[in-house]
């Protein structure tokens, strides 16, 4: 008797429990309707054969619902679980919208309103004024028109980062003490942004696009499609406010170059030029 004993206790082998429970995980990993479970270290080759050829196999510590029922697992024999994971595609990085800019001007006959504050006077539109951004701008004379406004509004922007920008004329230079310094700008997008003040007095050359230089009000995330940019006369708006033009930029603008070309390893590679 001790002589079998002793031969029992030197072989390696599993219980029949052990068996049946690794035989039904087994079976159930490889018909996919769970992760694929290696009952042992040596069969980690075997099953990675067994995977479609699309798909890439990687093997992780031993998981399970909880400690104990990991626990668990590790006592019937798991040792690890394999799974698999689709050939890597890229990803970009949110959101580059290809480039979008839209531009909203005065003269543009709709996204484009203006009101006026009870007891004060119209707005009114002129030309022939050099550096306006087409032909015309919109001004009113703000000491009996507080509370005035221009509305420049945008439609269909996709989700992502911003950057915001408005156009005062060089007309101002000719005039600088008619113009206000700290001009009220507020943005909206599902709501408004705190107002963002800019001295109509100084041009501030922030952006130059197709000649022209723009003044940034900031960079905003938009997740509604309708933003709004309102400029808004108060005391300090001068004796004339402008409005003339309001831009709205992809913060990230993006050209793709070159195609995207997918690699050996589950990776890809694509060739951009970024603004």
């Given at each position: 008797?001790?002589?079998?004993?002793?031969?029992?206790?030197?072989?390696?082998?599993?219980?029949?429990?052990?068996?049946?429970?690794a035989m039904?995980?087994?079976?159930?990993?490889?018909?996919?309707?769970?992760?694929?479970?290696?009952?042992?270290?040596?069969?980690?080759?075997?099953?990675?054969?067994?995977?479609?050829?699309?798909?890439?196999?990687?093997?992780?510590?031993?998981?399970?619902?909880?400690?104990?029922?990991?626990?668990?697992?590790?006592?019937?024999?798991?040792?690890?679980?394999?799974?698999?994971?689709?050939?890597?595609?890229?990803?970009?990085?949110?959101?580059?919208?290809?480039?979008?800019?839209?531009?909203?001007?005065?003269?543009?006959?709709?996204?484009?309103?203006?009101?006026?504050?009870?007891?004060?006077?119209?707005?009114?539109?002129?030309?022939?004024?050099p550096g306006?951004?087409?032909?015309?701008?919109?001004?009113?004379?703000?000491?009996?028109?507080?509370?005035?406004?221009?509305?420049?509004?945008?439609?269909?922007?996709?989700?992502?980062?911003?950057?915001?920008?408005?156009?005062?004329?060089?007309?101002k230079k000719?005039?600088?003490?008619?113009?206000?310094?700290?001009?009220?700008?507020?943005?909206?997008?599902?709501?408004?942004?705190?107002?963002?003040?800019?001295?109509?007095?100084?041009?501030?050359?922030?952006?130059?696009?197709?000649?022209?230089?723009?003044?940034?009000?900031?960079?905003?995330?938009?997740?509604?499609?309708?933003?709004?940019?309102?400029?808004?006369?108060?005391?300090?708006?001068?004796?004339?406010?402008?409005?003339?033009?309001?831009?709205?930029?992809?913060?990230?603008?993006?050209?793709?170059?070159?195609?995207?070309?997918?690699?050996?390893?589950?990776?890809?590679?694509?060739?951009?030029?970024?603004?």
């Amino acid at each position: 008797m001790s002589q079998i004993g002793r031969t029992r206790a030197s072989r390696r082998g599993s219980t029949y429990l052990e068996v049946q429970v690794a035989m039904v995980l087994l079976s159930i990993g490889i018909s996919g309707l769970y992760s694929l479970s290696v009952i042992q270290s040596r069969q980690t080759a075997r099953l990675g054969q067994m995977l479609p050829a699309d798909e890439i196999a990687s093997i992780n510590p031993v998981t399970g619902g909880s400690p104990s029922e990991a626990a668990w697992m590790k006592k019937f024999g798991v040792y690890a679980d394999i799974t698999t994971d689709a050939v890597a595609a890229p990803v970009p990085n949110y959101p580059l919208n290809e480039g979008f800019l839209e531009i909203r001007d005065n003269e543009d006959s709709s996204g484009f309103y203006t009101y006026r504050a009870y007891g004060g006077d119209d707005w009114e539109e002129y030309g022939g004024h050099p550096g306006d951004y087409r032909s015309t701008v919109h001004e009113i004379q703000t000491p009996t028109s507080v509370g005035s406004y221009a509305l420049f509004s945008f439609y269909g922007v996709p989700p992502g980062d911003y950057e915001v920008f408005t156009f005062v004329p060089e007309k101002k230079k000719s005039y600088p003490g008619q113009f206000g310094s700290a001009v009220p700008h507020y943005v909206f997008n599902g709501g408004w942004a705190a107002p963002v003040y800019v001295d109509q007095r100084a041009i501030e050359h922030d952006f130059d696009y197709a000649g022209k230089w723009w003044e940034r009000l900031g960079v905003y995330t938009f997740r509604n499609s309708t933003v709004h940019v309102l400029l808004y006369g108060w005391p300090r708006s001068g004796d004339w406010l402008i409005a003339d033009a309001v831009m709205l930029r992809c913060r990230r603008s993006v050209e793709v170059v070159t195609p995207i070309t997918t690699t050996i390893g589950g990776g890809a590679t694509v060739t951009v030029e970024l603004d």
